[in-house]
T-cell receptor, first 113, second 113 residues
Framework: EAGVAQSPRYKIIEKRQSVAFWCNPISGHATLYWYQQILGQGPKLLIQFQNNGVVDDSQLPKDRFSAERLKGVDSTLKIQPAKLEDSAVYLC???????????FGPGTRLTVL | GEDVEQSLFLSVREGDSSVINCTYTDSSSTYLYWYKQEPGAGLQLLTYIFSNMDMKQDQRLTVLLNKKDKHLSLRIADTQTGDSAIYFCAESRRDSSASKIIFGSGTRLSIRP
């Protein structure tokens, strides 16, 4: 079974630029998560989708971050404009149902200069 | 991860047992998890324990849960070089909208020859 796919794996941008990350969850997984993992910290939930609807985006800095999952499958996370403190690994995860295991992708490492 | 606390580093000799400790704050957490993260990789679920259990054993892994003290530990028997990684303790938390996983900051396990 294919795992959660993310691209790109690495991205370097300058502050005030825009960036987008892509996630393809495991086939059939209704729930999709985006996490931000700053160096030396644990992952922090940014947004949770159930199919194509947002369930929880309370931790998403909505002035600069946006995410969508238009057809309930793939998802994109965008940062516009980026700040230095956005440097982190952005992890995507999916799960089949509530209570089942979350599977994580390899992450996208973002460096903002 | 501000509500789930772990020590940052642990160094053990190859063949010895490793014990990683964690404290959490939400007494209503239904599941508690241990995840492993190797360099450049996403998080991998190692094991989990349901909150009505005291102990769970899975091959070299033993999880102990003290619900009264909100203390969780992971013991790895016969630690090998392949066990070098960051280990994250996490708790499930449910609010009115959804369940989410709250991660600690991770314990980096290093193995001495």
């Amino acid at each position: 079974e294919a795992g959660v796919a993310q691209s790109p794996r690495y991205k370097i941008i300058e502050k005030r630029q825009s960036v987008a990350f892509w996630c393809n969850p495991i086939s059939g997984h209704a729930t999709l998560y985006w996490y931000q993992q700053i160096l030396g910290q644990g992952p922090k939930l940014l947004i949770q989708f159930q199919n194509n609807g947002v369930v929880d985006d309370s931790q998403l800095p909505k002035d600069r971050f946006s995410a969508e999952r238009l057809k309930g499958v793939d998802s994109t996370l965008k940062i516009q404009p980026a700040k230095l403190e956005d440097s982190a690994v952005y992890l995507c995860a999916s799960r089949l149902t509530q209570g089942s295991e979350q599977f994580f992708g390899p992450g996208t490492r973002l460096t903002v200069l | 991860g501000e509500d789930v606390e772990q020590s940052l580093f642990l160094s053990v000799r190859e063949g010895d047992s490793s014990v990683i400790n964690c404290t959490y704050t939400d007494s209503s957490s239904t599941y508690l998890y241990w995840y492993k993260q190797e360099p450049g990789a996403g998080l991998q679920l190692l094991t989990y324990i349901f909150s009505n259990m005291d102990m769970k054993q899975d091959q070299r892994l033993t999880v102990l849960l003290n619900k009264k003290d909100k203390h969780l530990s992971l013991r790895i028997a016969d630690t090998q070089t392949g066990d070098s990684a960051i280990y994250f303790c996490a708790e499930s938390r449910r609010d009115s909208s959804a369940s989410k996983i709250i991660f600690g900051s991770g314990t980096r396990l290093s193995i001495r020859p």
